[in-house]
């Protein structure tokens, strides 16, 4: 199995895209179904943040200085991710401020996902080749074990935190 990072991470991307349709296609009033979903997405950009955060964004950083600004701002628009996620993950389905939340999420996630897929993922994996890409792909995977699945969990908040002032 390959485990390519920018691979990974576009799997990853897939499911939350997917999740954010399905959100969007159900009714007004299926709150117990947006409910499942939106715990879904948490879970999944729980997850996902974490392992770039804790893997991908630092070693890219490190290896790639010509990519920093790119990174720089990814951590800003995971910052304003985490944010949302925190307040959705304290809300219920029937609060009156829930699908707008959401809508307000998944605006901001699926232009973060298009500018990492279109914008600077291709620069990484033309600057760092596929030796580099598995063996960072291999510590996402070790990472994606400990990972956070709730935003209340320490780890997920030490790593927003660390985003912000680090
Ligand atoms: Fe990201
Ligand atoms: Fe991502």
Redesign the pocket.
């Known amino acids: 199995m390959s485990t390519d990072a920018i691979v990974l ?1 576009k799997n990853d991307h897939k499911e939350i895209l997917k999740n954010f349709r399905d959100f969007e296609k159900a009714g007004e009033k299926a709150y117990a179904a947006k409910g499942k979903l939106v715990d879904r997405i948490i879970e999944l950009l729980t997850v ?2 974490y392992i ?1 955060n804790e893997v ?2 630092p070693r890219v950083r490190e290896l790639l200085p010509e990519v920093e600004d790119d990174v720089l701002e ?1 951590y800003e ?2 910052h304003v991710a985490d944010l949302l996620v925190m307040e959705l993950a304290l809300m219920k389905p029937e609060d009156e401020r829930f699908a707008a939340k959401t809508t307000v999420l998944i605006e901001n996630v699926r232009h ?2 298009e500018e ?1 897929e279109d914008e600077w993922f291709p620069k990484v994996r033309a600057g760092l080749g596929r030796r580099v890409l598995q063996d960072l792909g291999a510590d996402m995977l070790k990472a994606r074990k400990k990972a956070p699945r709730r935003p209340s969990q320490p780890s997920a908040l030490k790593k927003s935190i660390d985003a912000v002032i680090a």
């Open positions: 991470l996902h943040t770039e991908m964004y990814s628009e995971h973060h996902i990492e």
